[in-house]
């Protein structure tokens, strides 16, 4: 109890930013959450810091781009230039 109580009262940046990357990975429990979202009412750092820890892990998250495809037209130009090289 005390402990989780210390947590609350004294986490600084870097324990609410271990905490925002643990959270990618496991569920916090419900003493890390609360003293990670009081930490940053009061941290524009941790705030910005989470704010881009999401937006990495949307994108992740998204199937990768289909490869692009070359029209028939730009495929000759480039083996017309290849060609011209050699």
Known sequence: ???DLKLV???RCEQSS???SDECERR???IERFAAALHRVNCRWCRRF???VA???ALAEQ???APAQLSP???QRITRALSERS
């Open 9 to 11: 009262l004294t986490i």
């Open 1 to 3: 109890m005390w402990r």
């Open 73 to 75: 037209a730009a495929r």
């Open 28 to 30: 916090l429990n419900p």
């Open 63 to 65: 199937p990768p781009p």
């Open 55 to 57: 937006v990495l892990q």
């Open 18 to 20: 271990r905490l925002i």
């Open 50 to 52: 989470r704010s881009q």
